[in-house]
């Protein structure tokens, strides 16, 4: 298995420019993390979903993000407009419930916005 | 809301001997308890769990322990590398099916 895939790996944009981000879980696993790493904020979770259903999406910060997963092989995570706030590691996780964890993250998208 | 908190932001030791990083949480007891390392660059890599009625787990040279009396897990490396030198982060689950929230993470440095 090639794991969890996200693209691009390396994202800079202009202020204001949509952005959207893609990823691609491990085949079988039914759920599916959004997170976002900054130096001052750590590890944040923005949204999940179980068996395609957004489950919690209590974290994303405004209405400028959003998230879908048309189906259980692929996902994205949109921001428009962008602005320099939104600059952080994307990173994408998949895991099966039942398990208690132990996800499996993608390599993540570092998104510049300038 | 719930917080957790890494004893430290780095820690440097010598190669040999054992590296112990502290995870603790406020509130109420996870029903699981992860520990992750992540190396420059990379996503998080899993490497263990540990569940709420749980006192101790191993793994080749880690171990694992959670005290829910004291709100506290412990993260042993046994005769530390250099190559063991990475960030590792506390994660609290509530339920299989809910979200894992992320500590800090407490960066390790290994000297030779």
């Known amino acids: 298995d090639a794991g969890v895939i996200q693209s691009p790996r390396h994202e800079v944009t202009e202020m204001g420019q949509e952005v959207t981000l893609r990823c691609k879980p491990i085949?079988?696993?039914?759920?599916l993390f959004w997170y976002r790493q900054t130096m001052m904020r750590g590890l944040e979770l923005l949204i999940y979903?179980?068996?395609?259903?957004?489950?919690?999406d209590s974290g994303m910060p405004e209405d400028r993000f959003s998230a879908k997963m048309p189906n259980a092989s692929f996902s994205t995570l949109k921001i428009q407009p962008s602005e320099p706030r939104d600059s952080a590691v994307y990173f994408c996780?998949?895991?099966?419930?039942?398990?208690?964890?132990?996800?499996?993250f993608g390599s993540g998208t570092r998104l510049t916005v300038v | 809301s719930q917080k957790i908190e890494q004893n430290s932001e780095a820690l440097n030791i010598q190669e040999g001997k054992t590296a112990t990083l502290t995870c603790n949480y406020t509130n109420y007891s996870p029903a699981y308890l992860q520990w992750y390392r992540q190396d420059p660059g990379r996503g998080p890599v899993f490497l263990l769990l540990i569940r709420e009625n749980e006192k101790e787990k191993r793994k080749e040279r880690l171990k694992v322990t959670f005290d829910t009396t004291l709100k506290q897990s412990l993260f042993h490396i046994t005769a530390s590398q250099p190559a063991d030198s990475a960030t590792y982060l506390c994660a609290l689950t509530y339920s299989s099916a809910s979200k894992i929230i992320f500590g800090s993470g407490t960066r390790l440095s290994i000297r030779p």
């Open positions: 996780a998949s895991s099966f419930p039942g398990t208690g964890g132990g996800y499996t």
């Open positions: 085949s079988g696993h039914n759920s």
């Open positions: 979903f179980n068996n395609n259903v957004p489950i919690d």
